[in-house]
Each structure stands twice: as C-alpha cells, then as structure tokens.
C-alpha cells in the first residue's frame, strides 16, 4: 500500500467525525456545549487519523481470495 493510499484512508476515516466539529461549534455558540468541546473533537479526529495511517502501514499483508492457489494443489475445495 503506497503513501497517498495510506494518507486517503485515513482521511476518509476522519470524514464522517469531521463533521460534527462544525454542529459542536454551533452548539457551543448557542451555549448548549462548552467552547472546550469543538476542540477536543478536532484533537481526537486527528488523533486518530495519525493512529489509521500508522495502522495501515503496520498491517501484515493478509493473502487475497482472488490470488492463484498455491502451488501443488493444497488450496481449499470450493
């Protein structure tokens, strides 16, 4: 797995969060959260973004089903 596909990964994994920084920041401006949250929210998003790009580049190399059996005919019968 190249770089750029580690970084994308761990930036579409960030997404879905991400959003809700905005929603905490408007809610804070209404006085229904404290400021503090917004904050803490993006720290941990990028937290865990820096630990999906470590995890991925750490991740042992599983065997695809798709691959060609190996050779001598020891694959599972289908």
Not at 55 to 65: M, T
Request: glycine share 6%.
């Amino acid at each position: 797995m190249t770089r750029r596909d580690r970084i994308r990964y761990a930036v579409v994994s960030v997404l879905p969060t991400l959003l809700t920084v905005p929603l905490c920041a408007a809610l804070a401006a209404a006085g229904a959260l404290p400021w503090s949250v917004a904050p803490a929210v993006a720290a941990a998003l990028a937290v865990q973004g820096v630990v999906t790009y470590l995890r991925l580049r750490l991740r042992p190399r599983l065997p695809s089903r798709f691959t060609s059996p190996p050779p001598g005919g020891s694959a599972p019968r289908r």
